[in-house]
Structures are given as structure tokens and as C-alpha cells.
T-cell receptor, first 111, second 111 residues
Framework: GEDVEQSLFLSVREGDSSVINCTYTDSSSTYLYWYKQEPGAGLQLLTYIFSNMDMKQDQRLTVLLNKKDKHLSLRIADTQTGDSAIYFCAENPGSARQLTFGSGTQLTVLP | DAGVIQSPRHEVTEMGQEVTLRCKPISGHNSLFWYRQTMMRGLELLIYFNNNVPIDDSGMPEDRFSAKMPNASFSTLKIQPSEPRDSAVYFC?????????FGPGTRLTVT
């Protein structure tokens, strides 16, 4: 079945790196996504990685994919207070149009 | 591009009343999704359309909920009659190639 799991909370100090982890179960997923949700707003697409890649870097964001372990992570370098939000990972299983979302990780950046 | 547009942004109604939520997807996107987000259940997919045709409505909670997409640029989600447990944030998202782009959501409160 399809299931995406994330830890619920993460706190980091401003300037440190944040690592948000996600595990998924569907090995047929072709793309995996990270979304950010700020209070009172919709989900904003941050980045995504194709399943044949191990790593993708985009400015302060680094996505790592371990297909063997079905583990996805999002690293935010030099975390800022504006990075405080809920981060969702999502998988796109097979040829399906719909995404399966995790429960979200609440990132709190402490001054 | 204006992004996904939803209206109203906030809706407060009394139990038993009909509620209609509206969505305009991004131009050129051929898939449209309706989600509901609550603290208890997180983000739930209610229904999605591909080329204006409903593909999967298994997430629609009960017959009180209905969704239509009369053309490629407009969709509605209707709740009739509304109940307090329908209180949530309802998101619309659209996509063309896989990644979904979310609207700002409609916060529905049923008293």
C-alpha cells in the first residue's frame, strides 16, 4: 500500500542546518516532492527529485534519495526564521496523477 | 501567472446551509484536485479531475459532498447540508505534468 511517514516536529537554531526525513513505501514512485506550508497559506512546491537521482541541490536546499531504503530527506542550510513552516513530502506512485502526502513536519527555528 | 485561485477565502455558515467553494486552476493544467486539511486528519484528497472528468472520488466523505468541473477553467465543491464536522481548510490544486500547485485555500467554519 501507499504510506508516507514523517516525524511531526523539528526544532533548530537559526544558522544551523535542518534535516527533515521522510520514508515512503511505493517503490514505483517516479517523482518525490517537498512542499512548504506557512501559516494560513497553501502548500508551496519547494523542490522535487526524479527517482533515478540520488541527490538534487537548489541553493540552500539539498534533497537526498535512498531508493533502497525508500528514504527521502530535505536539508536546509543556514536555516532562517523564515524557514519556520510545515514541510510535507509526497510521492507520485507509478503513473497515477494523485500524490500521497506525509503528515508534515513542523519546523521551528529558534533565535 | 496568477496561480490557482480559490474563493471565498473564508466562509462562516450555519449548520444545514449549502456551501459552494470555487476554484480556477492554472491555465493549461489538465488535472485538478480538491483536498481538505484538518488538525486531526491532516491533508486528505477528496476528488480529482483529469481533462474535466472525475477520476477518483473515493475520498469524498459522503453524499453531502459533490464536485463539478464544467470546463477547464472552473471547478466547484459543494456541501449540502453542511455540518460542524465539515469545518476545515479546503484546498484546490492543479497540475499538468505531475507536480501540483496549490491555491491559498478556503477556511470553512460551520457553526
Amino acid at each position: 500500500g501507499e504510506d508516507v511517514e514523517q516525524s511531526l516536529f523539528l526544532s533548530v537554531r537559526e544558522g544551523d542546518s535542518s534535516v527533515i526525513n521522510c520514508t515512503y513505501t511505493d517503490s514505483s514512485s517516479t517523482y518525490l516532492y517537498w512542499y512548504k506550508q506557512e501559516p494560513g497559506a497553501g502548500l508551496q512546491l519547494l523542490t522535487y527529485i526524479f527517482s533515478n537521482m540520488d541527490m538534487k541541490q537548489d541553493q540552500r536546499l539539498t534533497v537526498l534519495l535512498n531508493k533502497k531504503d525508500k528514504h527521502l530527506s530535505l536539508r536546509i542550510a543556514d536555516t532562517q526564521t523564515g524557514d519556520s513552516a510545515i514541510y510535507f513530502c509526497a510521492e507520485n506512485p507509478g503513473s497515477a496523477r494523485q500524490l500521497t502526502f506525509g503528515s508534515g513536519t513542523q519546523l521551528t527555528v529558534l533565535p | 501567472d496568477a496561480g490557482v485561485i480559490q474563493s471565498p477565502r473564508h466562509e462562516v455558515t450555519e449548520m444545514g446551509q449549502e456551501v459552494t467553494l470555487r476554484c480556477k486552476p492554472i491555465s493549461g493544467h489538465n488535472s485538478l484536485f480538491w483536498y481538505r486539511q484538518t488538525m486531526m486528519r491532516g491533508l486528505e484528497l477528496l476528488i480529482y479531475f483529469n481533462n474535466n472528468v472525475p477520476i477518483d472520488d473515493s475520498g469524498m466523505p459522503e453524499d453531502r459532498f459533490s464536485a463539478k468541473m464544467p470546463n477547464a477553467s472552473f471547478s466547484t465543491l459543494k456541501i449540502q447540508p453542511s455540518e460542524p464536522r465539515d469545518s476545515a481548510v479546503y484546498f484546490c490544486a492543479s497540475s499538468r505534468t505531475g507536480e501540483q500547485y496549490f491555491g491559498p485555500g478556503t477556511r470553512l467554519t460551520v457553526t
